[in-house]
């Protein structure tokens, strides 16, 4: 992900986890409204949700990385967090994607519509593993760290 950097952002851990959440929620949201516009042929409307969605995406992986991930493995090894590294491995291609559904947009190519499903689905099951299993598991070791 070229061009501009992002740094990740200061606050408190628990803080961290809680802006991630609920940028989920942004996320699923703007993806909510790409699919509404691919659903209407609204090509211009899907380039614009996503082109919203971008620089949220960008700093967001980037907290959950040098933060999140970088703490995990720091407590836990590689092996230990196998799982976590996993499902930030999904990153890439959830951003391929969001190029590509972008690219199809574009060229007003109809054929999005099962590409933007696809990016639907990912999103989703990616935000679930990370509030289902990585942050409550990365809030442990946190909290193992830091003992109030
Ligand atoms: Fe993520
Ligand atoms: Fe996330």
Not at 24 to 44: I, N, T
Not at 66 to 75: P, S, T, V, Y
Request: net charge negative; hydrophobic share 40%.
């Amino acid at each position: 992900m070229p061009e501009m950097r992002y740094l990740p952002r200061e606050m408190p851990f628990d803080e961290l986890i809680k802006v991630l959440v609920a940028e989920h929620a942004v996320m699923s949201e703007g993806l909510g409204r790409m699919r509404e516009a691919a659903e209407r042929k609204d090509f211009e409307g899907v380039s614009l949700a996503l082109k919203q969605l971008d620089p949220v995406f960008r700093q967001h992986i980037v907290d959950e990385e040098a933060q999140i991930l970088r703490l995990l493995i720091g407590e836990l090894g590689l092996k230990g967090a196998e799982d976590e590294i996993k499902v930030f491995q999904q990153h890439r291609p959830i951003y391929r994607l969001m190029q590509t559904v972008s690219e199809l947009a574009s060229k007003e190519v109809a054929g999005l519509a099962s590409e933007q499903l696809r990016l639907n689905v990912l999103f989703d099951n990616h935000a679930r593993a990370e509030e289902g299993r990585v942050f409550p598991r990365a809030l442990r070791c946190f909290g193992q760290k830091h003992p109030s």
